[in-house]
């Protein structure tokens, strides 16, 4: 008879410790460490975009060919932009997302204005910092559309998971997750990389 016991408290143990896995003991904080993951990506692009800009708005300052007004805008732009940070413990608040967005979206459209304006300056379109800078940055807002298109699916998938059964028992009696926000556009056209090509 102990043997029957053993035996039947074991296959009791495993059907407990499967039944745990199966509520999201495991795959709820997996797939949010992997939505963080992407947002760390969406924020490294963004960092890599504005680093760009600095030194895309300085080589356009030395050629001398630029309004300064739109140099002000685009530096002040910049500067809000890096100033927004959203970590990944912020990323369940809409309002925070949705700020970074906001800044993000607005240093967009004062590049898109920059970078329009230099269309004027034929010298300015053979400089080959200016060009290498341009090409740079190109391949910088497709990255950026890249990271938010993994980031959004990363949180797509860890939305459905804390929402479904089973996960969603382990997701709200053991880890208290809550929903995270995706990137959404915050303007007409901000998910679109600002328009670099000039006429060539």
């Not at 053993?6 to 795959?27: E, T, V, W």
Request: with cysteine; proline share 4%.
């Amino acid at each position: 008879m102990t043997i029957l016991r053993r035996i039947s408290f074991l296959l009791l143990s495993f059907m407990g410790a499967l039944a745990l896995s199966a509520c999201g003991i495991n795959s709820v904080p997996t797939a949010e460490e992997a939505a963080k993951a992407k947002w760390a990506d969406v924020q490294a692009q963004y960092q890599r975009r504005a680093n760009l800009i600095g030194n895309l708005v300085a080589t356009v300052k030395a050629a001398g060919k630029q309004e300064q007004d739109t140099l002000v805008r685009v530096t002040e732009a910049r500067a809000r932009a890096t100033s927004v940070q959203v970590s990944a413990e912020d990323l369940s608040d809409p309002a925070k997302v949705q700020q970074f967005q906001q800044a993000q979206a607005q240093l967009s459209q004062g590049l898109g204005r920059l970078l329009a304006s230099v269309e004027a300056y034929p010298d300015l379109k053979t400089n080959q910092n200016f060009l290498d800078l341009q090409s740079q940055l190109e391949g910088t807002e497709n990255r950026i559309a890249v990271a938010i298109r993994d980031y959004n699916e990363a949180v797509r998938a860890y939305n459905t998971r804390i929402r479904t059964f089973p996960d969603a028992i382990g997701a709200k009696l053991i880890h208290g997750a809550k929903p995270m926000t995706p990137f959404q556009a915050t303007t007409p056209g901000a998910e679109e990389a600002p328009k670099v090509d000039f006429g060539n």
